[in-house]
Each structure stands twice: as C-alpha cells, then as structure tokens.
C-alpha cells in the first residue's frame, strides 16, 4: 500500500496526519508513506522527525484583508498555487499513490486537486466543528469527508459521504492513568489545576491566571500546572509583583508541557484554548475545562469547538473579550468547589470521545481502496 499525506501550517493539521500514519505503519509495517507539506513549515521538521519522507512544495494563504497589501498576497497566492499544484502533480506521478490523504491546511488543496485530475482515490479529514476553507472546496471532489465533531456536517455543501471519526489521540493519553500520574507529579489530593495556552502562549491567558496563581501560592487551596510558553517568560516575574511566589510548593509552574499525557490524567480541571487536538484529548480523559477559544484563527473555529462542549453540559467557555482576573477566578472557584458539576462535565465529556479513531480512519482508508480495486 502507498499512502501520500497532504496537510499543514499548524500542528492541529499535521499531528492528526501523522498519528494516521503512525497506525497504518503497526498495521501494515511495508506501507509506502509520503507526506507533503509547505517548504519551510513546521511539518518540515515534525515530519522526518516522526519518521516519514517529506517532500515540500511552495504555498502561501490568502489574505482576507482586500487591502492593497491583502491583494497584492493573493496574487502571489494565486501564482504559487499553480506552481505548488505543478510540483505536487509530479511529485504524485513519481511516487504513484494508491490514496491520498488530507488533514487540512491551504498546502493539502493543491495536493488533493492533482490528486483527483490523476483518478487517485481522495479522503479528508476535518479536525474543527467549523471545517476550513480548504476542506470545504476539497469535500465536493472527495471519496469520504471524516469528521471530528458531527457539528461541521451542516457546514459543508453538496453531498458528501461524510464518516464520524473523532480526531486520532496519542495512545499515551488514553492509557496514563489519575493516580500514577500524580504521584510522578508528587501532587496529593488537594484540587489540581492544569493551564496553559499553546507552546507560543498566550499573554492575555497568562495575565488571567496569575492572579489566582498568586493567591493560591498564599493559601495552598489549589495545585497548579501552568505552562506560560514561550513568549511567557516574563509569567513569574507577574506572579511575584503580585505577592505570590511561582517557586511554592504547590506550584508547578514551567514554559513548556512536555509530559502532557503525565498532566492531563492528574488534572481536576483544565484550562486552554479550544483547539481540536486539545479538545479531543480532553474527553478522552473526561476532563472538566474552562475554555477561552482564540479569536485569530480562521473562521473562528476554537469558538464553534468549544461550544460543542458548552452545549453538553461539558466544559464552561469564557470568550477572550470577556476575559479578565476576576472573572476567571470567579469561574474556577466556583466550578473546582462543585463536586457534583465537575462530576457532571468529566461524564459528558468522557461520552463525546472518540477512542478509536486511529482504527476508524484506517478503516476508510481499506474501504476506499477496496471500492476502488487499488488492493
């Protein structure tokens, strides 16, 4: 079987792609796997990293901005369209995919249309509850539209065969266990608090919590993970101007998460943006979460993510422009001080996972090839 990937620009687009890959790669260990992505993206690096070939071609967004700078982007735009579309035509008749898989991103559109004019079998895999522009105009030409979130169905047009798969979650998510994890952590069983927003982070999350962070390194009612990522460096330095100290022994306060699987399983509650990645590995472990989605993403989808939780009774949602200190102290100390409530949310988000999604989505793959007689 050859297998070529399309997608990228953000790890919500590529890491789905490569747990995709990774689990067609246990089942069928002689599988022939491409990937191509955008030269000089971060798939660039995470691909080869996760032990896959990477082949680049040259693509760039559209802006949405008619300005004459917004315009003056799209004609580039257009130009490396038909070049990117070009170099991925040749790219696929050298390398003669059986199917072509695409997890979004504006780089997977000219890869999926060469794809298709060459008669190449073509699935999609769409992450948000509200589906990208890309994955809207790929849906109409492909032969399965796989959806995370039942939500994005009413949002494309035409016809689909759309397929229910969940997003594919790391295996070491779904198997770390609660009191394991918060003995690694050296954590008891006061309430534990897991932030963070995003490896980058993100100020106004940052400047949100420290206020709790401070009290709660004062009174000791609550232990915090936080990650203020990389341009948070300046996050303990805040905590101290308010009379906390980020170094207390209920503290675990760092730049980066790297043992996520670790701090999920020991959280009572969770706070992030809304990403598809991040919500998905959320239910798996039943988690209760406050969610700020974030406003500068397309379409804002985090918003359309995060309310397919709100409308489950699974997670409470604090939209940035509403957020403040007061306001995000307010809501964890109401919901970490309601037993029943997190009950509630760890229950119903824990219904809406989807565990198996890895298998779901090889499971299109075998039928599509088969409909299409490439096994």
Request: charged residues 25%; hydrophobic residues 40%; glycine residues 10%.
């Amino acid at each position: 079987m050859k297998i070529l990937f399309a997608g990228g620009g953000t790890a919500g687009h590529i890491n789905p792609a490569l747990a995709i890959a990774g689990y067609v790669r246990e089942r069928q260990p002689d599988a022939e796997i491409l990937y191509i992505g955008k030269t000089g993206g971060m798939e660039e690096r995470l691909v080869p990293q996760a032990g896959f070939e990477f082949k680049g071609i040259t693509v760039q967004g559209f802006s949405r901005k008619m300005t004459p700078a917004g315009i003056k982007n799209n004609i580039v735009t257009v130009k490396k369209a038909i070049t990117g579309g070009r170099d991925a035509k040749k790219i696929i008749k050298e390398f003669q995919p059986d199917i072509c898989v695409g997890t979004g991103g504006y780089v997977s559109g000219p890869v999926l249309r060469a794809a298709a004019k060459l008669g190449i079998p073509t699935i999609i895999h769409e992450q948000n509850a509200f589906p990208g522009v890309t994955n809207k105009m790929l849906a109409k030409h492909a032969d399965r539209v796989m959806l995370a979130m039942p939500a994005a169905r009413k949002h494309f047009k035409g016809n689909p065969r759309f397929v229910d798969t969940g997003n594919p979650v790391r295996g070491e998510i779904i198997t770390a266990d609660r009191e394991e994890s918060r003995k690694k952590l050296g954590l008891d069983e006061r309430p534990v608090i897991l932030s963070f927003g995003g490896s980058l982070g993100a100020q106004i999350i940052n400047e949100s919590l420290a206020e709790i962070i401070a009290r709660s390194s004062k009174d000791g009612k609550y232990q915090h993970i936080h990650a203020y990522g990389q341009y948070g460096k300046w996050f303990p330095d805040l905590v101290k101007e308010k009379g906390g100290d980020p170094e207390a022994e209920n503290m675990d306060i760092r730049e980066y998460i790297n043992d996520m699987p670790i701090c999920l399983a020991a959280a009572d509650l969770v706070i992030a943006r809304a990403g598809a990645i991040t919500l998905s590995e959320i239910q798996v472990k039943g988690k209760p979460s406050i969610l700020i989605p974030s406003p500068n993403v397309a379409e804002n989808h985090q918003y359309h993510n995060a309310m397919s939780l709100v409308e489950r009774d699974a997670a409470v949602m604090i939209e940035e422009k509403d957020l403040t200190p007061v306001k995000l102290t307010e809501e964890i100390d109401k919901l970490a001080g309601d037993s029943e409530r997190l009950a509630l949310y760890a229950s119903n988000a824990r219904k809406m996972a989807i565990d198996d999604s890895a298998k779901r989505i090889y499971g299109v793959i075998i039928e599509v090839l088969a409909t299409n007689k490439k096994l």
